[in-house]
C-alpha cells in the first residue's frame, strides 16, 4: 500500500521517466520481499517496524548474491527517497536508512572503444570479406543509425528508445532529448548523421509498416525498439571492433564524451550534451584523458 503511493508519487507529482520509475519499483519489490518471504518466516507489516539492521541485512544479502556496490548503492539510494517520503506523509517518525553507510565503490575509468575504429566501420572503410559490415538492408540501415546516433550524440539507452519523429529537426540539425526526470535537451547533429537520418526515414516509408509508428527505431517489422535490441545491435557491431567485455550502449555514450574532451571540448559543454545534472558526473571523463596523455608521454619521452 504505501509503495504504491510512493510509486505514484514519482510518477505523477515528481514526473519521474518510466525507466526510473520501473527502477525504483524493482528496488522496492525486491526489498519489501526480503522483509516479508512467502514463508512467512519474517513478516514486517508497517514500515514503522523497519529498522536500519534490516536494511544492513539486505545490503549484506545483496553483496551475497554478486552485486556489486555500485549496484547496492542505487538500490539503497531507492529506500532513502521511499522513507523520506514517508515521513514526510507522516506515516513513520524517523528514517532507518539515516544510519546507513553506503558501501564505498571502487572508481573505474568508463569503458570506450577506439574512436578512429569505430569512425571507419561507420564510413564503409572497415570491411569483412570486402563487404561492408552493415547490409544494404532496412535493418542494417537501422543498425548503423543506432550506432551512429549513439556516437554521434551521446544518448542513453533510455533516451534513444524514446526519440520520436518530431524530436527531430532536419533544417537546424538537431535532435531533442527526454533525460533523466523528464529533463529536456538539444543535442546537434553532425551532417552525415542527418544524412543517414533522411535514408532511414524514407527506408522506414517504403517498407509500409502496418502500425505507422512516430517512434524513429523500430524493429524488422515496425513495432517500437525495446531497450534489448539497442543492446544486442551495438554489441553486434562494437564486437568487430573491440575485444573488450564492455560492449553496451553506454560505451558508446562514454566514447561520445571521451572524444569530445581528446579534441579540446570545454567540459561544461560536455556536460550539458550529455545531460548530467553536476559537473562531478562529467569530470570521471579527464580520468581518462590523463590516462591516455601519460600512455602518450611513456612513448614519446626518452626517460619515461
Not at 520501473?22 to 519474517?42: C, I, K, V, W
Not at 533525460?179 to 547533429?189: M, V
Not at 505507422?212 to 515496425?222: A, D, E, Y
Not at 566514447?255 to 579534441?263: D, G, I, M, V, Y
Request: no cysteine.
Amino acid at each position: 500500500m504505501f509503495s504504491d503511493r510512493f510509486i505514484q508519487y514519482i510518477s505523477f507529482e515528481k514526473r519521474y521517466s518510466p525507466h526510473t520509475v520501473a527502477a525504483y519499483q524493482s528496488d522496492l519489490d525486491q526489498f519489501l520481499l526480503f522483509l516479508s518471504p512467502p514463508d512467512g518466516t519474517h513478516p514486517v507489516l508497517h514500515p514503522s517496524e523497519i529498522s536500519h539492521h534490516d536494511i544492513r541485512n539486505w545490503m549484506a544479502q545483496q553483496m551475497d548474491d554478486g552485486l556489486t556496490a555500485r549496484s547496492v548503492n542505487r538500490k539503497i539510494a531507492t529506500l532513502r527517497k521511499y522513507f523520506k517520503f514517508l515521513m514526510q506523509e507522516g506515516v513513520i517518525s524517523g528514517n532507518p536508512t539515516s544510519r546507513i553507510n553506503a558501501p564505498r565503490v571502487p572508481r573505474n575509468l568508463p569503458a570506450v572503444v577506439d574512436g578512429d575504429k569505430l569512425t571507419q566501420m561507420l564510413d564503409g572503410r572497415l570491411t569483412i570479406r570486402d563487404e561492408n559490415i552493415f547490409t544494404d538492408t532496412f535493418a542494417g540501415l537501422r543498425d548503423k543509425l543506432v550506432i551512429e546516433m549513439l556516437f554521434g550524440t551521446g544518448m542513453r539507452l533510455a533516451e534513444i528508445t524514446g526519440v520520436k519523429h518530431p524530436d527531430i529537426d532536419l533544417y537546424e540539425n538537431t535532435i531533442k532529448v527526454l533525460g533523466k526526470r523528464n529533463k529536456q535537451r538539444i543535442i546537434p547533429l553532425n551532417s552525415e548523421l542527418v544524412s543517414l537520418i533522411r535514408r532511414y526515414v524514407e527506408a522506414k516509408k517504403s517498407e509500409n509498416f502496418n502500425n505507422n509508428s512516430v517512434t524513429l527505431i523500430v524493429t524488422n517489422k515496425g513495432a517500437d525498439a525495446y531497450p534489448k535490441l539497442i543492446y544486442l545491435i551495438v554489441h553486434k557491431y562494437l564486437s568487430y571492433i573491440s575485444t573488450q567485455d564492455k560492449k553496451s550502449p553506454h560505451v558508446l555514450r562514454h566514447t561520445f564524451a571521451t572524444s569530445l574532451l581528446n579534441k579540446g571540448a570545454d567540459l561544461n559543454a560536455i556536460k550539458e550534451l550529455l545531460g548530467h545534472a553536476n559537473l562531478s558526473a562529467t569530470q570521471i571523463y579527464t580520468h581518462n584523458s590523463v590516462e591516455r596523455l601519460k600512455s602518450i608521454y611513456k612513448q614519446a619521452h626518452p626517460k619515461a
